[in-house]
């Protein structure tokens, strides 16, 4: 059974899938051409733009991890995290861009999450960083959502018959984080080595973990 929400056999393994593709495209020219008359043009300084990558760049899937971590050992921000993710966030000092809204889904036993945008790539960036160019092609935001299973079973996730798969689409102004389960036996781990357990794909909900 499989739902999706619109608002705008035993693991396979499977070979790893290139988070960037170096093709000088149009869209990448045009970002050259626009980067480079704003310096000529006095707009903005090379130093600037270094400086605004530099922040964005430092935003990465570790900062949804540290969430997901501390979701799994703390109840209380558990329940925030789920009741309104921004402010969950921002209180355990992840800054999140205004009005963007970030909607945290728990995976369970009888359910799994799966994030994708459907008309561009709207992305949890705040706490994930850059997404990885799969999940702006065209092939995914379109199969994720009319063959959900066969996308998770790409990624070596296979799911039991029983267990519902929920489609969420993203938006500019809503952007999803997937809650995995935490693994079993790692009760002994602290907050801190179980962030290292969750990985950028299972907040994506195309893996467990």
């Known amino acids: ?3 999706i929400t619109h608002t705008h056999g035993g693991p396979v393994p499977h070979a790893p899938r290139p988070d960037h593709d170096d093709t000088l495209t149009h869209h990448k020219m045009l970002e ?8 000529e043009k006095g707009i903005l300084t090379a ?4 400086e605004a990558v530099e922040r964005m ?12 971590a501390r979701a799994w050992v703390d109840a209380a921000f558990k329940a925030r995290l789920l009741e309104n993710g921004s402010a969950a966030a921002e209180q355990a000092g992840v800054q999140m861009d205004q ?6 889904v728990e995976n369970t036993p009888r359910v799994h999450n799966l994030v994708v945008c459907t008309l561009c790539s709207c992305y949890p960036r705040m706490v994930l960083g850059i997404p990885p160019d799969w999940y702006k092609s065209r ?10 299973r066969a996308v998770l ?16 689409d993203s938006t ?3 952007r999803y984080l997937v809650l995995p389960m935490r693994p079993a036996g790692t009760e002994a781990l602290d907050e801190a080595k179980l962030a290292t357990l969750v990985t950028r794909d299972s907040m994506i909900g195309v893996t467990t973990l």
């Open 172 to 174: 500019a102004d809503m």
């Open 153 to 168: 079973a790409e990624f070596g996730t296979h799911l039991a018959d029983d267990v519902t798969v929920r489609v969420h």
């Open 32 to 39: 050259i051409a626009v980067r480079e008359l704003l310096i």
């Open 1 to 3: 059974m499989d739902d």
């Open 139 to 148: 092939a995914y935001r379109s199969r994720a959502v009319h063959e959900p």
């Open 57 to 68: 760049d430092a935003r990465g899937p570790h900062l949804g991890a540290r969430l997901v």
């Open 47 to 50: 130093d600037e733009i270094r």
């Open 99 to 104: 009005p963007t809204r970030l909607i945290v």
